[in-house]
């Protein structure tokens, strides 16, 4: 139950892009299509951005867009937004466990 | 819409035990599976225990193995999480969530300290 590997952090302009990638192994990311991915503000609880590896949850802009490649997925921020500064965490389901990402803080410059 | 709200935190001694409580509404309790995850201060999000839909599954990390157990009531839309054995370690908020294979809905969480 090893937890998935991401960047600590990534930072970028209104307006740019930038790509967190998340890290895991063929038990968990490589696995299957359960790869989700949450975004969290300080102070509050997660909200889910990202399931199925690139589904989108109603209300979530089409600027965010996921993917995966073997044991990596990513989630593509394109447009950056000042809101959406903040942390965001990656999620594999494996079977028997759950696993998250460490977490990215994503810096809008 | 949905709504998880949590309670039962609180200031609890080491070794001493706690139960958490998450009252759900909006949705139909009985036919979603159920997780905890928690977050202690600072760090990040934390997996701690699955219950499918009619209870006859429940999954647990490593770190909390053999000592919480996490149980339901659908006659009163409750999720349960009951934490034996409480460590320093185990100080963080714990959010109720709503399973379908991805984490869809959260509660605003309760915050457990475990500190003599």
């Known amino acids: 139950q090893s937890a998935l590997t991401q960047p600590r952090s990534v930072s970028g302009s209104p307006g740019q892009s930038v790509t967190i990638s998340c890290t895991g192994t063929r038990s968990n990311v490589g696995n299957n299509k359960y790869v989700s991915w949450y975004r969290q503000h300080p102070g509050k609880a997660p909200k889910l951005i990202m399931f199925?590896?690139?589904e989108r949850p109603s209300g979530v802009p089409d600027r965010l867009s996921g993917s995966k490649s073997g044991n990596t997925a990513s989630l593509t921020i394109s447009g950056l937004q000042a809101d959406d500064e903040g942390d965001y965490y990656c999620?594999?389901?494996?079977?028997?466990?759950?696993?998250f990402g460490g977490g990215t803080e994503l810096t809008v410059l | 819409d949905v709504q998880l709200v949590e309670s039962g935190g609180g200031l609890v001694q080491p070794g001493r035990s706690l139960r958490l409580s998450c009252a759900a509404s909006g949705f139909t309790f009985s036919t979603y599976a159920m997780n905890w995850v928690r977050q202690a201060p600072g760090k990040g999000l934390e997996w701690v225990a699955a219950?499918?839909?009619?209870?006859?599954?429940?999954l647990y990390a490593d770190s909390v193995k053999g000592r919480c157990s996490i149980s339901r009531d659908n006659s009163k839309s409750t999720l349960y999480l009951q934490m034996d054995s409480l460590r320093a370690e185990d100080t963080a908020i714990y959010y109720c969530?709503?399973?379908?294979?991805?984490?869809?809905?959260w509660g605003q969480g309760t915050l457990v300290t475990v500190s003599s």
């Open positions: 199925d590896v690139s």
């Open positions: 219950i499918s839909a009619s209870a006859d599954t429940t």
């Open positions: 999620c594999s389901y494996a079977g028997t466990y759950v696993v």
């Open positions: 969530t709503k399973w379908v294979y991805w984490f869809e809905s």
